[in-house]
C-alpha cells in the first residue's frame, strides 16, 4: 500500500474540525491546526498529525481544558510565567511568544516560562515566531515523556528535551536549529514504529546496554543521550538544564513528576516551556548582523567538502526545502497514520482527512 | 619526573605578578590571576595556567591591551553590548556578568555582549557569578582557534564554542555544566600533549575521516562535534548557534573571521561572549525552585545504576569535589607546563612557581 498525500489546506482543515468536535472554540481549533500543519510541512513528522489520535484521546479523557484561561502569574519589564491552564500547548506557547517578542521590543530580550502546559509540537515552531520582528529566538522545553537515565543509570527521570535556536539571516534563509538532546527524538521512535521500520543502532539501549533497534521494543529500552556510549555525559547535562530552565524555572514538571503522556491520557501534565526573544535592534545594526549571518552560510556551503559529500547543510535548510516541496507536491501520510486518523473521523464524526 | 603541586595561594600570587610585569594594573593582575586559579581549582587544567605562556607572549607581541577602556556601546534595560577594548577577556567577562546580575535584578534577566575581547578562561567562571545574587547564569563563547569544519566539510570555520548553565541549588551544589561543542575542548587535547598521552578514538579525525589519537599531529586534524560521527550534525549545529549568539549578535568574530590565537601573537582577536543571568525571583518562590533542584540532584544520585557503575554524577560535582581536593591538597602542575612557566618567570625576572 502506497503512501497518501493530502494538500496542507486540506490537512489544517481535517486537524481543526477533529479538536472543533472534541470542544476548542473554533479560533483556536484553526491555530492549533495551523501549528500542527506548519510542522508535517517542515517534515516534523513526529509531531504533527501523527499526534492527533493521542490529543483527541487525551481531550476527551479530560486530561486537557479546551476552554483555558490562559494567565500571567508573575511578570517583571522583560520576564513573565504564564500559567497554561492546562490548555492546549500549541496556545500557550504561541502567547508565550508574542509576550517575549513585545517585552524585547522595548528591553532588548523577552523570556517567557510557561505552567500548566501542554505537548506543544516542534521547538522550532516557537523559536521562529520572533523571526518577522527582526529578534533570535530560543526556545525549551520539557519533554512528555522520560526516556533518558542520568548518565551511568538505570531509572528515567530525563526527557528529550530540546532546544531550538532560529536566527535571522538576509537573503539567505533564517538559520534555524531545532534538536533533542537525545542522539533520536522519541517521536522519530514513533514514525519509525508507524513505518515498521528498523531503528538505527545508537539511538536506543536496552536495560543491558546493549543495542535496540526494534521501535515497538521502545518501552523496554532507554534513549541514548546526545554524544551516545563515548561523550552521552554532554547530552545528560544539557537535558537536565534545558528541563531546568523549562520546566522548574516556571514552576513545571521535572524529574519524576513528568506524566508519561504515552500511557496516561487524563493526568495533568504540567508541562513547561521556556521561549526567549532577543531584539537585534538593541545589539547594533540590524542589517549588518544579516549581512554576517548570509556571508557565514555561503561561506558554509561554499566550504570544502570531505569525499562523498554532496552538499553541506544550514542548519534549517532541510526543513525549509521539505516545506516547498510538501507545498507543491502535498504531505506523505503513512499507511498506519492514515488508519488511525480514519478512526479518529470515524469516532468524531467528521469526514475523513483522504475522502 | 613527578608532578609538581602548588597551593592555590601561591599560584595566584605567581600569576599576578606575571601580570604586574607585562603591565597591568595591579587589581587587573589579581582578578585575572583569581580567576586563572579558579579554573585549575576545579579542575579546567586547559584554561589555567596552561594559557600563561599564550598569554604573556600575546601580551608581549601587543596583541592585548593592558590598559583597556571596558565600555558600554549599545544599552538596553535588559541588555548590552561591552567593548572590551582589546583587554583581557577575564576583565571583560567579569564586568558583563556584572552588568547582567544588575539588568537581571531590575528586569527578570540580563542578557551582555562582548565585542573585542579575548579568551576569558573556562566558561564556567563566569556561568556562575549569577549564582550568589539566586540567579542563574548562561554563558556562550566563540572559541580561539577555528577546529571544526560544517558538518560533512574539511574546512575548519568553527571553533568548539562552549556553553555553560549554573542553575542555584539549597542545600545541595548548585548545578553547572560547562561544555565545548565538539566531543572534546581543543583544551583537552593541549592537556593531552603536555602530558605525552594519546587522545582516546573518536576525539579527533584528521582529513581523510580517520581516527587521530596523536595530540602532537592536532594540527593535521580536526576536532568532531558532540554527537560524533553518528548525529554530530547536532553538534554541529550548536557550535554554530553559539557562535551566533555569542560572536555575531555583538559584533565580535565568527567563521572566517576568527583568529587562531595559537598560531598569531599580534592580530586583534575581537573575541565575543554573551552573558545572561536570570533572577529566580522574577518567576515564583526563591526557595521552592531551590528544594526542587535539591530532590532533582538527589533523585538522580540515589537512582539505579548500570552494572559497573560506581556513582551517577551530577553536573557540577567532578568540578566541586576537584576544588576541595586541591583546595587541601595542591595543584597538580605537569613537569612540560612547569618547564614552560618557568622559562616565563625567567623572561619576567620573577621568582620561578614552585621555587
Redesign the interface.
Known sequence: MSETTVNSARLKDFIRQAFIAVGLPDADAATVAGLMTAADLQGSEGHGVSRLPQYVRRIRAGGVNVRPNIRVV?E??????LNGDNGMGHLVMKRAAEMAVEKAR????G?V?SQLSNHAGPASLYATMPLAHDM?GLYFAVGNANHL???????M?LSTNPIA?A?PAGEENP?V?D?ATT??AYGKVKTKALRGEAM?E?WMIDRE?KPLTDPKRADEGMLLP???M??G??????A??IG??AG????AA???DVIDFNHDDDSVTNTGQAIAA???A???DVA??KR??D??AR??RN?????G?D?????GERSHETRLKRTTHGIPIAPALLRGLDQVADDLGITRLAN
Open positions: 508573575h517583571h519589564a522583560a520576564t513573565a510565567v522595548v528591553t532588548g530580550i523570556w516560562n533570535i537515565p542520568p548518565w551511568g543509570g538505570l531509572d527521570l535556536a536566527i538559520v536549529l534538536m542522539v533520536a538505527p545508537g546496554g546526545l554524544g551516545g563515548e561523550a555525559y554532554k547530552g545528560y547535562g544539557l537536565m538544564i531546568l530552565l522548574t524555572l516556571g514552576g521535572m524529574g519524576r532577543i531584539n537585534l538593541a545589539f547594533g549588518t548582523f554576517s549571518v556571508a557565514l561561506d558554509f566550504s570544502q567538502r570531505m569525499p559529500v552538499r553541506i547543510w544550514v542548519p
